[in-house]
Each structure stands twice: as structure tokens, then as C-alpha cells.
């Protein structure tokens, strides 16, 4: 069973950064994504990295923006968010796949809410 802890969240003004954070514990991935659900709408996939970093993938409204990363050794991933935009306010999900067969996340966070006014 794998757990997953995100941290960062908050408040910021739109133009601003902020970094999230995720710990896993109980075990390793082979990929290691975010999602987010905004108010009233479906949890959609933001990004998305393979172990060791080898492959990323992010949704077309992030890139240029986002940047995902992780560290294998202290099986942790987070998320780079530059230039952020009202647009970008929800709660957003770790989520972990367990191997390369996975093609849904497997386990995922309780969330942590990023907040951008304009």
C-alpha cells in the first residue's frame, strides 16, 4: 500500500509560482503524476514522470508553465508552477502507478488546495 502526502499549496496572485510537493511511502512507482478537480468540474491529469525522470508527459493548458520532477531516492515528486492563472485554482492530487501496466494512477493523495486570484 502506497501513501501519498502532498504539501504546497496555497493563495497566490495570478502571474505567481508555487512548488507542490508529494512523499510517498510504502513502497515505489513507476510513474508518479498530478491531477487536479476545479469546482464543479472532472479531476483531469496535469503531469505525469516515469522513474528516473526518462519520460514526462503534461496536459497542453500546463506546458511551458509546469514542470514536474522527481527524486527516486527519496521517493518524492513535485510540480514547478510558473506563471499560474485563475484558470488553474483546484485541488490537486498526487497519484502514483504502481508499474508500466498501469494505465490509471493507482493510489492517490488527499489533495491540497491551490488557490489563484486575478
Known amino acids: 500500500q502506497v501513501q501519498l502526502v502532498e504539501s504546497g499549496g496555497g493563495l497566490v496572485q495570478a502571474g505567481g509560482s508555487l512548488r507542490l510537493s508529494c512523499a510517498a511511502s510504502?513502497?515505489?512507482?513507476?510513474?508518479m503524476g498530478w491531477f487536479r478537480q476545479a469546482p464543479g468540474k472532472e479531476r483531469e491529469f496535469v503531469a505525469r514522470?516515469?522513474?528516473?525522470?526518462?519520460?514526462?508527459s503534461y496536459v497542453d493548458s500546463v506546458k511551458g508553465r509546469f514542470t514536474i520532477s522527481r527524486d527516486d531516492a527519496k521517493n518524492t515528486v513535485s510540480l514547478q508552477m510558473n506563471s499560474l492563472l485563475p484558470e488553474d485554482t483546484a485541488v490537486y492530487y498526487c497519484?502514483?502507478?504502481?508499474?508500466?501496466?498501469?494505465?490509471?494512477?493507482?493510489?492517490w493523495g488527499q489533495g491540497t488546495q491551490v488557490t489563484v486570484s486575478s
Open positions: 497519484a502514483a502507478y504502481i508499474s508500466i501496466w498501469s494505465s490509471q494512477p493507482n493510489y
Open positions: 510504502g513502497g515505489s512507482s513507476y510513474a
Open positions: 514522470i516515469t522513474r528516473r525522470g526518462i519520460n514526462t
